[in-house]
């Protein structure tokens, strides 16, 4: 009965929804998104440090110091982390061109093109003679024109994740007219002799000049507002990812996907993460200006909250693991357990295992959600901070609870606490399966003793 | 024999790859068994190997990573779940024996 409606699920449902996820379009988002990752996370640690003084005694030399050079400390973050979308934009686009057989460094750059001429550069004029001499006689005046400085600048908020989902469209747009320009001929071709690299750049003139000519039409010509309207669209959906019910429906496919064997958090990041780095991103936009932390839903909560030790909170499980009698469930929790401490949890989904197992599937679906709910709601009234960094992925729990909140002391407690609860939820489903294992074993032994009489 | 091995993000592969190593150690053959995440793979595969691997857990990914492999011409597998952990290493010998004998002539 199990497996019949296990394997309805499967084949109608979960699988045809992973092969969804691996739309090309949606792949170069993830492709992209994941590129950037490494920035992410180093410029969160930069962000951590920034933030230190205020888990440290005020009197310390190094609570001082970062005081101080805070500013200094920020800046490679807003060179990274703040304009994140600047760097995925050409992952995007590359990971598009070559899943279509493209050159992918033409797909980037054509990409990273379309992405910028959204963006209006604003002239600012060196300050005349006349200002000067305004100025003069009041130094808050004086000192404010002289600091400005003259020349093109861009406004960096539409680089960070503002403009990520202008970003996205720019690099599907950009790789189609390249694609179209590749399929249909109309390019530019050398003749064999010429060298590839050389070739490719003159290949590129082609969608370059329609790339440029249209992007520039819309936004400078015909002055269409276009990040405005794009986050006229997206900010309700990211205030609801910012709810608790998105954040159970999203932990609850998470489980789905890997009950049949799938990897859940893949599938489910590569639709839910560009909304998640959008409410990080206000997260930290706010922490660095000193202002209230608006969101709770963005990705670390489900990392060090939800899916402590991996996708259904599996630390929980290996450690109920090691109250096991039979052989194989003890062999398990041994091996399983050093790589579930860094949320690795492969060899317990597969070794277990937990995919397909119609016991320890309950606890599974059940024990991440209500992590979730206990998270969602110490973050609400406050009992831990908020998320402001994303710490690495492989740090056992509770150190990324604490960097992940900006060093919150209270946040690592919690982490703790929701580890021994969800051992308590996988021991009683922990103990029936090691029953069944046990007689499975007692059943192979007395097997064995009849061939061996 | 050099083995090529893929899952999401290269993580747990190393485990898996771990234990194939072993289990084919203990028939004596000699396995170097390489990690890769899917976006490493389409580069990874080209770099004279005789087999690849795709962890169960991306599954949904074999239909994309086929192509790259048959561009190198070597035989590409789908991992069994139970092939795939601390302990399942003789699972996946097994596997590769029945799927792919041709990598071992």
Known sequence: MFDRIAKFFDEKLSTPMARLAEQRHLRAVRDGIVATLPIIIVASMFMVIAFLPESLPDNWALSQFITEHQFKILLPYRMSMYIMTLYAVFGMGYSLARSYDLDGLSGGILSELAFLLTIIPVMIPEATEGIIEFAEGNAEVTEFVTSVPAGFHIPMPNLGSGGMFIGILSAFIAVEIYRLTQRSGFKISMPEQVPASIARSFEALTPTLIVLLLVSTITMWLEVDVHGMVTAVITPLVSASDTLWSVLLLTFLNSFFWVFGIHGASIVGSVARPLWLVLLEQNTTAYAAGEAIPNIAAEPLYQWFIYIGGSGATLGLAIALFVAKSKYAQTLARTSFIPSLFNINEPLMFGAPVVLNPTLIIPFIFAPLINAVIAWFATDVGLINRVVAIAPWTLPGPIGAFLATGSDWRALVLNVLLILLSTLIYYPFVKIYDKQLLEEEMSEEEAEDVVFD | ?105
């Open chain 2, 1 to 105: 024999m050099r083995v090529i091995l893929v899952c999401a993000g290269g993580m747990s592969s190393a485990i898996a790859a771990k234990s194939l190593r072993e289990a084919a150690e203990k028939e004596g053959l000699s396995f170097e068994v390489h990690e890769a995440s899917t976006q490493q793979f389409e580069e990874m595969v080209k770099k004279d190997y005789d087999l690849a691997l795709v962890a169960p857990q991306i599954r949904h990914r074999f239909d994309t990573l086929k192509p790259y492999a048959e561009g190198a011409g070597i035989p590409i597998l789908q991992i069994a779940p139970r092939g795939y952990s601390p302990i399942g290493g003789k699972f996946l010998l097994k596997q590769i024996k029945d799927e792919a004998p041709e990598v071992f002539e």
